[in-house]
C-alpha cells in the first residue's frame, strides 16, 4: 500500500525548532522528488519546500534560512528541520509526492507556534 506518513508536529513557542518527518512506503521512494507543503483553515495549500532526485532543494522565501528539507534513502524517510519558528508558520503540513499520474498526500501534522 502506498502511504506517506508525517510525525513531528506540536505546539511550540515562538523562536523554538521542531523537526517533521515523513515515511514512505509502498512504491514512492524519497530518492525522487518530494515536497512539503502546509495549509491555515480558508487558504490554500502552500508550497513550503522541494528535494529533488538530484539533492537540489528549494524554499518559499517565507521560510529560507529557517527551514531544511531533507532526506534518508535507507529510511525512506524526508525530514523538515524547522528553526526560529513563527506564529504565522502555524498549520497542518503535509508532504508529498507527484507520481504521475497520482499525487500522493500524507494525512497532516499540526504545527503550532504560540507568542
Known amino acids: 500500500q502506498v502511504q506517506l506518513v508525517e510525525s513531528g508536529g506540536g505546539l511550540v513557542q515562538a523562536g523554538g525548532s521542531l523537526r517533521l518527518s515523513c515515511r514512505a512506503s509502498?512504491?514512492?521512494?524519497?530518492?525522487?522528488?518530494m515536497d512539503w507543503y502546509r495549509q491555515v483553515p480558508g487558504k490554500p495549500r502552500e508550497l513550503v519546500a522541494t528535494?529533488?532526485?538530484?539533492?537540489?532543494?528549494n524554499y518559499a522565501d517565507s521560510v529560507k534560512g529557517r527551514f531544511t528539507i531533507s532526506r534518508d534513502n535507507a529510511k525512506n524517510t524526508v525530514y523538515l528541520q524547522m528553526n526560529s519558528l513563527k506564529p504565522e508558520d502555524t498549520a497542518v503540513y503535509y508532504c508529498?509526492?507527484?507520481?504521475?499520474?497520482?499525487?500522493?498526500w500524507g494525512q497532516g501534522t499540526q504545527v503550532t507556534v504560540s507568542s
Open positions: 508529498h509526492a507527484l507520481r504521475l499520474p497520482r499525487d500522493y
Open positions: 509502498g512504491s514512492i521512494l524519497v530518492r525522487n522528488i
Open positions: 528535494i529533488t532526485s538530484g539533492g537540489s532543494t
